[in-house]
């Protein structure tokens, strides 16, 4: 099944700095690839996706690459702002019907300092 | 719109109970999923349901997870008996079509001591 490695597992940035978290995966079927944000108590909201015919999509501050050759995509969170701080997930699953059946990485915890 | 609601929020019960934990997904989504995530671990898929029926049960650790929806409207998952290692985080997840994206609800925590 796929497999999907997340890095780093902690980040630390000043406020102003970029943050950016990388993921692998290993199946190449996969094809839509969503992040997520969770702050404390609450469940993880998706903040950011991608699908597979699509190289780079921006959304303000954020922006999401994906290299299929590679098989890899990451996050950038440009300007990092503290209320930025939380925990964030990749993804990826096969797309198509099968949205729902998202295989997650282990998470980055990313700090903010004011 | 209110979002994927869970309750309760925190469960602490002894090895050897059950559990029933429940989920209302966003109104009118007929998809809804559980997944979890135990202690140090990934969010793991969990099971899909389409309105009332079982889609996908794929994830399901094992037999002492019942997953139902009657109705198609609201969800439960009991757990029983209850075992150390099925301590961890239970999110449900609701969407309007399968390949529309996942709104999660803020998870229940459950800790088997």
């Known amino acids: 099944g796929e497999n999907v490695e997340q890095h780093p597992s902690t980040l630390s940035v000043q406020e102003g700095d970029s943050a950016v978290i990388k993921c692998t995966y290993s199946?190449?079927?996969?094809?839509?690839f969503p992040w997520y944000k969770q702050e404390l108590g609450k469940g993880p909201q998706l903040i950011i996706d991608?699908?597979?015919?699509?190289g780079e999509k921006k959304d303000q501050r954020i922006a999401v690459t994906l290299n299929k050759t590679a098989k890899h995509f990451s996050l950038h969170i440009t300007e990092t702002q503290p209320e930025d701080s939380a925990v964030y997930f990749c993804a990826a699953s096969m797309g198509g019907g099968s949205n729902y059946k998202l295989t997650f990485g282990k998470g980055t915890l990313l700090t903010v300092n004011p | 719109e209110a979002g994927v609601t869970q309750f309760p929020s925190h469960s602490v019960i002894e090895k050897g109970q059950t559990v029933t934990l429940r989920c209302d997904p966003i109104s009118g989504h007929d998809n809804l999923y559980w997944y979890r995530r135990v202690m140090g671990k990934e969010i793991k898929f969990l099971l899909h349901f389409v309105k009332e029926s079982k889609q996908d049960e794929s994830g399901m650790p094992n037999n002492r997870f019942l997953a139902e929806r009657t109705g198609g409207t609201y969800s439960t998952l009991k757990v029983q008996p209850a075992e150390l290692e099925d301590s961890g985080v239970y999110f449900c997840?609701?969407?309007?079509?399968?390949?529309?994206?996942?709104?999660f609800g803020n998870g229940t925590r459950l800790t088997v001591t």
């Open positions: 991608i699908r597979s015919n699509v």
């Open positions: 997840a609701s969407s309007q079509r399968t390949n529309s994206p996942l709104h």
């Open positions: 199946d190449s079927a996969s094809n839509y």
